[in-house]
């Protein structure tokens, strides 16, 4: 995912409570995705991530 991002691709997530926020950076934590949003900067496990 982060080569997409370094792509220059706009990558997005739904959050909890149907939040849809774009994502800055991701990582991996023992299996489970966390994405860090420009919003928010907190690593968050996204509901769903797509990009267009």
Known sequence: ???VLRGG???YADLAGGQVARIH???TVKGVLLVRCLSS???V???A???G
């Open 49 to 51: 991530v797509w990009w």
């Open 41 to 43: 900067g907190e690593w």
């Open 45 to 47: 496990q996204p509901e």
């Open 1 to 3: 995912m982060n080569d």
């Open 9 to 11: 691709k706009a990558v």
């Open 25 to 27: 950076r991701a990582k």
